[in-house]
């Protein structure tokens, strides 16, 4: 049985995991810089990579001790080796060609986009359940919002991209709004906890007007709405205040969120949870039908929005949609290691010209 040393670390967290050959994860290591970039509003790239270099060795480490599994039980090792931070990359990368110049490993270099796919399909294949193709996979993260049709080809899958954001990702409009309100870095989780205390009607928001691809996305005309709206009101006082929950406590609890957050916020983050889920799953339902999906994955930061599961779940969309659990949602190294088993099993290895590439695409 093959076992995967998985490493990622293309933005702000340094992650390490063991997977074996039946895509069965032994260990899934962590260390996230929320604390390090929160006070920023965002990641800062520099301080990302000074935090992965003092993570990286540690992190390994103690993905290898969870596992119960030595050094010299490896098969292989998988990186992330783009999209994201050059820097960030460079660290995982790196430290991945000196684990396997000098243990004699085989070195398989994964699509972060591939790598959050993976971690449907690794979930899937644990629960017993099928993941049929074609396939539709929303990738919706603080990086990316990409939208590919998975098709079978010669035992592999190759993807095709349907739309892409042109500005903004869906995370990023999280965060930025959440900014922009005074809720911290990072926004999705906190707007999602309170989205459900608003009334979305009561604030009217745009939908994108796309040109061209109407598969495509955008959400900066949304971000401006919020903007303009937080504009219209006294809002001064209430930032202060969520501010000063924030210095308190890291992680606030949504009661305190409740007690400097009056109503007409709360409607207005309501409205704002459900256009970006609305802009997400009209065209996935949209895709599904033009397509004739099979099933779809929806992966990635936001898909933990707890909004955008319960409507994907609501019939809407005419095939089995499918989520990751929320640790494998985000950031992880387990869907890396699970990208690289087929890769693993067909002999597909790269050498150590592998480079970081921060534009990487996958299609
Ligand atoms: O996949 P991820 O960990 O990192 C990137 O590759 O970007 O995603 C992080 C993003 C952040 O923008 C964060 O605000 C967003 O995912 N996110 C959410 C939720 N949880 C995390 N967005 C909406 N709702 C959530 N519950
Ligand atoms: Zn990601």
Known sequence: MALILGIESSCDETAAAIVAGEGEVLSSVVASQIETHGRYGGVVPELASREHLRAIVPVVREALTEAG???????????????????????????????????GLPLIG????????????????????????????????????HLFEIMPKSGKMVYRLLGKTRDDAAGEAYDKVAKLLGFGYPGGPVLDLLAPF??????????????????????????????????????????????????????????????????ATLNAVAAFQRVVVEELLRRVERAAEETEARSVIISGGVACNAGLRASAHSGRINCPVFFPTPHLSTDNAAMIAAAALPKYERGEFDDF?????????LA
Request: with cysteine.
């Open 353 to 361: 010209t592998l480079k970081a590439q921060s534009n990487l695409t």
């Open 198 to 263: 608003g009334e979305a009607d009561a604030v009217r928001l745009p939908m994108a007007k796309m040109k061209g691809n109407a598969m495509d996305f955008s959400f900066s005309g949304l971000k401006t709405a919020m903007l303009r709206w937080s504009q219209s009101q006294d809002m001064a006082e209430e930032i202060a205040a969520r501010r000063a929950v924030l210095k308190a406590s890291p992680k606030p609890k949504l009661e305190q969120w409740l007690a400097v957050t009056p109503r």
């Open 69 to 103: 599994v030595e050094w010299n039980a490896l098969n292989a090792v998988a990186v992330t080796s783009g999209p994201g931070l050059v820097g960030s990359l460079l660290v995982g990368l790196t430290y991945a060609k000196a684990v396997c110049l000098v243990r």
């Open 110 to 145: 994964i699509n972060h986009i591939e790598g959050h796919i993976h971690a449907v399909i690794l979930e899937a294949r644990l629960a017993g359940s099928s993941l049929e193709l074609p396939a539709l996979a929303l990738v919706a993260s603080g990086g990316h919002t």
